[in-house]
T-cell receptor
Framework: DAGITQSPRHKVTETGTPVTLRCHQT?????MYWYRQDPGHGLRLIHY???????DKGEVSDGYSVSRSKTEDFLLTLESATSSQTSVYFCAISPGGAGEKLFFGSGTQLSVL | GENVEQHPSTLSVQEGDSAVIKCTYSDSASNYFPWYKQELGKGPQLIIDIRSNVGEKKDQRIAVTLNKTAKHFSLHITETQPEDSAVYFCAASKTGNQFYFGTGTSLTVIP
């Protein structure tokens, strides 16, 4: 999957607990993204990064934070997980820059009980 | 922001027949339109894309057409095979901006 590794692949957690999802890329691309996928909504952008320590919000960023301390790693944190955050989360990279071809990881299935 | 609508949400075809999935977009400044195929348990994979300066693009059995005036683009799959069964997503973006995705079409190819 385009040199992208997401971890964990599956996680079950309880409401109110913090959760961190990790995305690792092997090719040092600047642009990295976090999406969530829900039935009837397609893929929606949560946050994105255009370099180390450079991040910005997407259309569904409430309840999520991100960090990028190294080019290869982009972390997504749910500070206090809620049932509405049960979803499949995908990391993506765009080697050509913002608005160019997106390549996705294999996803993380998160269940918040 | 951009709004991308995709139809139909489900599509069943007989093996060997053609399948067509349509998307419309709202922002006339959008200039890049990719299509993704997603198999069960996997991430979306880019299968074909088209830019606004091109009306049609083909790659073997798949093709994409773009009508900028009407603001719609379509994915065409000919001679469908069982391995084409998957969920397909369209998307739209403009240079330097984020992608907006359609809600997906679940395609089933019946052997």
């Amino acid at each position: 999957d385009a040199g992208i590794t997401q971890s964990p692949r599956h996680k079950v957690t309880e409401t109110g607990t913090p959760v961190t999802l990790r995305c690792h890329q092997t090719e040092n691309h600047r642009y990295m993204y976090w999406y969530r996928q829900d039935p009837g909504h397609g893929l929606r952008l949560i946050h994105y990064s255009y370099g180390v320590k450079d991040t910005d919000k997407g259309e569904v960023s409430d309840g999520y934070s991100v960090s990028r301390s190294k080019t290869e790693d982009f972390l997504l944190t749910l500070e206090s997980a809620t049932s509405s955050q049960t979803s499949v989360y995908f990391c993506a990279i765009s080697p050509g820059g913002a608005g160019e071809k997106l390549f996705f990881g294999s996803g993380t299935q998160l269940s918040v009980l | 922001g951009e709004n991308v609508e995709q139809h139909p949400s489900t599509l069943s075809v007989q093996e060997g027949d053609s399948a067509v999935i349509k998307c419309t977009y709202s922002d006339s400044a959008s200039n890049y339109f990719p299509w993704y195929k997603q198999e069960l348990g996997k991430g979306p994979q880019l299968i074909i894309d088209i830019r606004s300066n091109v009306g049609e693009k083909k790659d073997q059995r798949i093709a994409v057409t773009l009508n900028k005036t009407a603001k719609h683009f379509s994915l065409h799959i000919t001679e469908t095979q069982p391995e084409d069964s998957a969920v397909y997503f369209c998307a739209a973006s403009k240079t330097g901006n984020q992608f907006y995705f359609g809600t997906g079409t679940s395609l089933t190819v019946i052997p």
